[in-house]
């Protein structure tokens, strides 16, 4: 017996076209970072998370979780950041197999000097073709699938009072 609640044609429309704009986004912010700036926007959103964080730092587990990042792609990602001088890792005192991830004041030069070329980027990219209402629909939107996969980041008060780099 089939239950399959199969797409229907609209709903099939939507869902690909949201896949592939979310992709064809992804990659484009991507080579605009890499070509003027040398950092991946994997690179640079962990950048972002440790200039917002107290202290400039995050346990590399917390830094997971709000990179969306597994641990090995995280140590992987830091270890590239620490080698460009923009990340330090120092020792957690009360967990000898905890470390932490430091923005050093090299990171956040160089994260300031992309900033600005990165909004620019994302208006030309996203949000100059929306127009306010098509924004605040994708907003919504976006808003309630987070919301219904339990996003506790992207939900939490504190991380939407940031201005954002």
Known sequence: MDETPWLSQDEQAAWRSFYRAAALTTDALDSRLRASHGISLSDYEILVHLSEAPGRRLRMTDLALRALL??????????????????????????????????????????????????????????????????????????????????????????????SL
């Open 70 to 163: 597994s641990r090995s792609r995280l140590t992987f990602r830091v270890d590239r950041l620490v080698e460009m001088g923009f990340v330090r890792r120092e020792a957690v005192p009360d967990d000898r197999r905890g470390s932490f991830a430091v923005l050093t004041d090299a990171g956040f030069v160089a994260l300031e000097a992309a900033a600005p070329d990165h909004v620019r980027d994302v208006r030309e990219v996203v949000i100059d073709h929306m127009g306010p209402e098509r924004l605040a629909a994708v907003g919504d939107a976006t808003y309630s699938m987070l919301e219904h996969l339990g996003d506790w980041l992207t939900l939490s008060p504190e991380s939407n009072a940031t201005e």
